[in-house]
């Protein structure tokens, strides 16, 4: 069932004097002896609501309740100060979206006010309203504007367009009955049907399409009986005024076939409404039923009771300026049926006067509404113009931002790329710099091996050879020498000398043997630190071996090349290769120096290795290439191998 537009206490009750607008009842007078109540009303009760005595939904009722109350005393309000009066009611309602059901209420209560007091324009706009709410929140149609449309039709008699707004809701308003009973249609739309059909049914007894009524009773009992299928209803407001549109339309039908004596026992029926709903403000049900009993009257020719019911109407504290014209047509009626038609044509001739003076007020009214609707309208096309000057001004500013926005994001991405240039450069530098010290310290190492080298060859070649000799000389002169003493001296003399000999000869062979174990330590020394510097140990599993003798006679070009190849491997598996382990290996292997790097990375895919690594494998191979090398690449899923060899006959 579709949500209704108040907790189910309050079903129906903003329909609860739509009856008495419809029969024109208004009582003016005592409307403005209660004037200043309605103030001191909502105060009291904002009042007791901010100091906790009852929660917002109970305000919302207790408000709505005290509005009604007003109306069917009389009390109009102007549209400013119900606004004000109701200022609190619209906080609450539109503060907490689950009090939207009573931004509907709110637009009911403000076309209740119009309705009742003959605001047509008005009425109209907030009917609008009120099917706004409803199709914001996804209900079905209100049929609140069909209700005002066929309203206003009806007091000018334009039946036609009556029923063409009823043509128009047709399908929908035929399908209450089954709706109503699968409670699928709050019953509240449905009592506004019963409003709509009551004009219909008029006009088509107008055009005297039998069928039509016939149809149109047909579908109002429907709807009427479904309603009261679901008897009792909390809003015992809403089983009066549906049970009073079922006898209406009893009425009228009885009137249409010409039964008038049914039609009085349907006027008893009505009367009776009263005391079964003596709980309810039902003291609008006399001023109507007098109406239709001189109706009734003057169809059964009764000159006697008609002139009673007359005079009971025109003395009626319900009776206004409005109802003259009708008053005037009775008259005119009785007077006929005495025989009196000079009197009647006199009546008549009132009767049309006062209707005129309707119509005046009517044209006066309908200009003040054009005037309204057009001052709106102008009023309209200032705030279009208005609000076309903020869009553009908006549009602007958005601009702008979005234009600051991207000035702000260039410069911040031409910040980010120099930055990353100059540590690019940086690290350049600090690279070439590495490489220039390792070169540098590779030439003092080789100086100091070849001086070592040379040393050792001069002591080699120049003292130990003159020692030799010297040693043999002594040896020689101790033979000649017959002297026993003499002779030990230089056999003695000779020994050392050996000695000495030895020694020098030893320590030359060391120093030429020494200067290539300290030249390959440092190499070894300097694959380490390229190594530990690009791949700390808490992040990589290191394995660095280099064979004994491996580097043996490997000059400093080439030594260079192997680290510049280690070099541009690390750095491939750094920026690609996602590995944990790193294995360096460097031995000989039939002639040729091999050096072997493996990891346990990702692999090469084989796009990343024609774009992405491309440069740094070319560069691998460029520098294998000069030393008359080759370089091999084999790769998987499970990581990646890079095999260098260099012919040592070449070096």
Request: proline share 2%; glycine share 4%; aromatic share 10%.
């Amino acid at each position: 069932m579709k949500t209704s537009i108040y907790p189910k206490s309050r079903k129906g009750f903003f329909f609860s004097l739509l009856f008495l607008s419809l029969f024109s009842v208004v009582n003016f007078a005592y409307g403005q002896v209660q004037k200043d109540r309605a103030p001191q009303e909502f105060h009291k009760l904002g009042k007791a609501y901010q100091a906790g005595k009852f929660p917002a939904d109970k305000y919302l009722i207790k408000a709505d309740s005290l509005i009604h109350q007003f109306l069917s005393e009389g009390k109009s309000f102007e549209t400013k100060e119900l606004v004000n009066l109701l200022s609190l009611y619209e906080d609450i309602a539109w503060g907490d979206p689950k009090y939207s059901y009573a931004r509907k209420s709110y637009y009911y209560l403000f076309f209740n006010n119009a309705r009742m007091f003959k605001k047509k324009g008005a009425s109209m706009y907030y009917a609008e309203k009120v099917t706004e709410e409803y199709k914001r929140e996804g209900e079905n149609n209100p049929l609140i504007e069909q209700l005002q449309k066929c309203k206003m039709y009806q007091e000018q008699r334009l039946y036609d367009k009556v029923i063409a707004v009823f043509e128009k809701e047709e399908k929908y308003i035929t399908s209450l009955p089954e709706l109503i009973k699968k409670d699928k249609v709050d019953l509240s739309i449905a009592l506004n049907a019963m409003y709509v059909l009551s004009p219909t049914l008029t006009g088509y007894i107008k055009q005297k399409d039998s069928a039509k009524v016939l149809k149109t009773a047909d579908l109002t009992r429907s709807i009427g009986k479904a309603i009261q299928s679901k008897y009792p209803l909390s809003s015992r407001s809403r089983m009066l005024y549906n049970d009073l549109l079922l006898i209406d339309m009893e009425h009228s039908l009885a009137n249409y076939q010409q039964n008038y004596q049914l039609a009085g026992k349907i006027l008893d029926r009505m009367e009776g409404l009263k005391k079964t709903y003596s709980d309810q403000a039902a003291n609008f049900i006399d001023i109507n039923v007098v109406r239709m009993r001189i109706e009734n009257f003057f169809n059964l020719k009764k000159p006697d009771s008609l002139a009673a019911y007359i005079s009971k109407y025109e003395h009626s504290p319900n009776f206004g300026k409005s109802q003259s014209a009708d008053l005037e047509e009775y008259k005119a009626k009785l007077q006929a049926i005495k025989g009196n038609y000079q009197g009647a044509y006199s009546y008549l001739t009132e009767s049309i006067q006062h209707e005129r003076n309707l119509q005046g007020t009517l044209m006066a009214e309908t200009s003040d509404l054009l005037y309204a609707y057009t001052q709106a309208e102008h009023s309209d096309i200032a705030l279009q113009k208005t609000e076309l000057v903020k869009q553009q001004r908006t549009k602007w500013l958005v601009i702008i931002s979005i234009a600051a926005t991207l000035l702000i994001l260039l410069i911040y991405l031409l910040m980010v790329y120099r930055s990353r240039k100059a540590k690019a450069q940086i690290v350049a530098l600090n690279q070439m710099a590495d490489m220039q010290i390792i070169a540098m310290e590779e030439a003092k190492h080789e100086a100091v091996k070849e001086e070592q080298q040379r040393l050792g060859q001069d002591l080699h070649d120049g003292l130990s050879s003159s020692m030799a000799a010297f040693t043999h000389q002594l040896e020689v002169l101790s033979m000649d020498v017959a002297d026993d003493g003499l002779r030990n001296k230089f056999n003695s003399l000779r020994t050392e000398m050996v000695k000495a000999y030895e020694t020098v000869r030893s320590k030359s062979h060391d120093w030429f043997s020494a200067s290539d174990k300290v030249h390959e330590l440092s190499f070894e020394n300097q694959i380490q630190q390229l190594a530990e510097s690009s791949l700390p140990g808490n992040r990589y599993q290191k394995q660095i071996h280099i064979d004994d003798t491996s580097l043996t006679g490997i000059g400093t070009d080439t030594r260079i090349v192997l680290l510049r190849v280690i070099q541009e491997a690390i750095t491939n598996i750094i920026k690609h290769a996602k590995a944990k382990k790193v294995e360096i290996l460097i031995y000989q292997d039939e002639g040729q120096l091999v050096l072997n790097i493996i990891d346990d990375g990702v692999g090469l895919s084989e796009k990343r290795n024609s774009t992405s690594k491309s440069l740094g494998l070319e560069s691998i191979r460029r520098r294998v290439q000069y030393l008359n090398g080759e370089m091999k690449i084999s790769s998987d899923g499970k990581g990646t191998e890079i095999v260098v060899t260099i012919p040592l006959v070449d070096h």
